[in-house]
């Protein structure tokens, strides 16, 4: 057999050393894009599932179920969802006085960060208000009838939780959302008939997705947005990948497989990121997660340093958008046993949630590991404090996890065979006793 030609040679080491490299680059260039992507695998469910346009609204009436994949949903809430864009123009969202219900929620830019928060804890305090959303380049006259707020992108998105004050009050829940617009300031004088769309027991697939597509998603961010000076560097690295303002991205079998690649890694990081963060105590294997350990201005910058780590564990495993004014309420989550050993979807678990502590609001729930959202088809995917569940004699309550029922169903969280998941638990309006960690929550215990 003949030797290879040095310049064979040098050929198949050029190529492996510009596959590397592009790899490297794809790396980074979602690294840094991950919260554009998250935010448009939401608004491409909007216009996909939901059948909507921008300035409609979806909401949510039903307890949610498995078929909303946002990443770590929660069932408490009813919500409310909108897209919006200012390319035209500034934008108009208004907000009706949310008597009988508690609204909380915000108004967030492309890059996911938050514009303002609405509702009980936000700038209007549930009184309503005209929010007056401003493109990123307006120059024009600004009505003071508004809450004026100017957004870095073209895009935004509006989430909000709707609580009624009497449990399952949905007439309550409905007369707020039905007052609720989206429309352009140029039609300020005659809005037109709002469009709202009902999402209950339809699914809304809002999931990142970890292969090549997720760059489609990137270029679609990038060639729509103005990008900041921060963000040039980042812009270098997609070049080579065929990103760039105004120019179609086409990439090749071979590119698309090199982002692919490229897509998992990411993922892999992020998990083990989120998995290997801060315990809750030194007993317990309950993560906090990062927004609960965040200062309140929850920018993840500091003189030194931008934590793009810690954000992008946020924009993979966090509902709503971090908020800007407060803390949020605890959040814990737990991806090994009481063995420390990795959370099976096959096998069978009991959690214990201790007596006291709890004030209000809690909710217990599992997740994809692989998309942080809800386990598809899945029969139960949590129990909270609204769900009744059956306590024990001293007050506490078990809860378990696994492919089938065991014990008191309304305590079961079905988990998928083969599937890597984790759990996590929600505290709301806690007591001193949880946010001291004086009220240690147990690992999850595997049965059998």
Known sequence: MSKPSAVRVAEIDYSTRLERLLQR???????????????????????????????????????????????????????????????????????????????????????????????????????????????????????????TVRSETYNGR???????????????????????????????VNPPEQRFIDMSERLFDGAIRFDDTLFDSLARMVSEEPMRTRDLVAMSQMYSLGIDKNVPFTPNRALREILNQSSHEVRAGLINAAATGEFLSPSTHWVKSDAACSGPGLTFETANHFGIDERNVQFFMTFETPRKRRRPDPCLRAF???????????????????AGGLVKQWELAAYDLQTGCFIRKSARVAVNSNSAPCRNADGSVDVYFGPTPVGHEGNWIYTESNRQWFALFRVYDPERAIVDNTWVLPDLEKLG
Not at 336 to 354: E, F, N, S, V, W
Request: proline content about 7%.
């Open 336 to 354: 090994c046993d009481t063995a420390g050993k990795p959370l099976q979807g096959g096998a069978t678990y009991r959690m214990t949630i201790p």
């Open 158 to 188: 509006a989430l909000f939780g709707l609580k009624p004050s009497v449990d399952g009050d949905l007439s309550a829940v409905i007369a707020v959302v039905k007052r609720m617009r989206v429309y352009s300031l140029m039609e300020a």
């Open 25 to 147: 680059r794809a790396i980074e260039a979602a690294i840094w894009g991950i919260p554009l992507v998250r935010f448009d695998a939401m608004r491409q469910a909007f216009f996909r599932d939901a059948q909507a346009i921008y300035g409609d609204i979806a909401y949510w009436l039903e307890p949610v179920d498995w078929r909303l994949q946002l990443a770590v949903a929660s069932t408490l809430s009813n919500h409310v969802y909108c897209n919006f864009n200012t390319r035209t123009g500034p934008v108009v969202i208004e907000l009706p006085p949310a008597p009988g219900v508690r609204l909380t929620g915000s108004l967030v830019s492309g890059w996911e960060s938050t514009l303002v928060e609405v509702g009980h804890e936000g700038f209007d305090k549930g009184r309503g208000g005209k929010y007056l959303v401003l493109p990123p380049d307006y120059g024009g006259m600004v009505p003071s009838r508004y809450i």
